[in-house]
C-alpha cells in the first residue's frame, strides 16, 4: 500500500507542473489571441484561425512603435500621452503602468540589479532587486538610501524598501534566478 501511495504522489508531482504550465500557456494564448482575435472572428467567420489574433497584435504593435519614432505621428503620440498625464485619476493610473512597463522593457530598466539587503537589528537578510538610486526625489530624509523592490514568495505582490547603502550588497546574479529562487521561496534553484 505505502508503494501505492508513493507511486502516486510521484505521479502528481510530475504531473501538475506539466498540467499547470501547459494550462497558463493556453490561458495567456488566448488572452493574446482574443485582443484583435475576437474582432477579426466577426470579420473571417468560418476562415479563422487560432494565433491570428496573436499575429494581428504583433504587426499593429509593431506599426505602432514605427509611428511613435517618426515626428508627425509622434509628436501626436507625445501630445495624447501628455494628456492622459494631465487628467485626474488617469494621470495616476496611467504614469504607474507607464513607468512599470519601462522599467521592464524600456531603455532603463529597473530589477536588473540584484541585491542582498541586511537587517542588522534582528540579523535577517532578504533578496531584491534596486528600483530606483535615488529616492531622495520624493524627500530628502531619503538622502543616502536606494529603493529595493522585494517580492513575496509564490506571489507576484512585493514591498519597496527604501534601505540605507550600507545595508544593501550587489549580488552577481542574474534578475531571473534571483526572481525564481525568490518566488518558489527558496525552493528552485538554478
Same mark, same amino acid.
Given at each position: 500500500m505505502k508503494a501505492i501511495a508513493?507511486?502516486?504522489?510521484n505521479g502528481i508531482l510530475t504531473a501538475l507542473p506539466i498540467i499547470l504550465v501547459f494550462y497558463v500557456l493556453v490561458k495567456v494564448f488566448d488572452f493574446l489571441d482574443s485582443i484583435l482575435g475576437d474582432t477579426l472572428k466577426n470579420y473571417?467567420?468560418?476562415?479563422?484561425?487560432?494565433?491570428?489574433?496573436i499575429l494581428a497584435t504583433i504587426v499593429l504593435l509593431i506599426i505602432l512603435g514605427w509611428l511613435s519614432s517618426q515626428y508627425i505621428s509622434g509628436r501626436?503620440?507625445?501630445?495624447?500621452d501628455s494628456a492622459l498625464e494631465r487628467i485626474p485619476l488617469v494621470k495616476t493610473l496611467y504614469s504607474v503602468i507607464k513607468d512599470t512597463f519601462q522599467s521592464l522593457l524600456g531603455e532603463k530598466r529597473s530589477f536588473?540589479?540584484? +541585491? /542582498?539587503? @541586511?537587517m542588522p537589528e534582528n540579523g535577517l537578510k532578504s533578496i531584491g532587486?534596486? !528600483?530606483?538610486?535615488?529616492?531622495? +526625489? /520624493?524627500? @530628502?530624509?531619503?538622502?543616502?538610501?536606494?529603493?529595493?523592490?522585494?517580492?513575496? !514568495?509564490?506571489?507576484?505582490?512585493g514591498f519597496t524598501f527604501l534601505v540605507p547603502r550600507a545595508n544593501i550588497t550587489v549580488l552577481d546574479i542574474k534578475p531571473e534566478d534571483a526572481m525564481k529562487f525568490i518566488l518558489s521561496g527558496g525552493v528552485a534553484s538554478k
Open positions: 508513493k507511486y502516486f504522489i473571417m467567420k468560418n476562415d479563422y484561425i487560432p494565433g491570428i489574433g501626436f503620440i507625445s501630445l495624447l536588473s540589479t540584484v +541585491v /542582498l539587503v @541586511e532587486f534596486i !528600483t530606483t538610486d535615488n529616492p531622495e +526625489v /520624493l524627500s @530628502e530624509a531619503f538622502m543616502g538610501h536606494v529603493a529595493v523592490y522585494i517580492p513575496q !514568495t509564490f506571489q507576484i505582490a
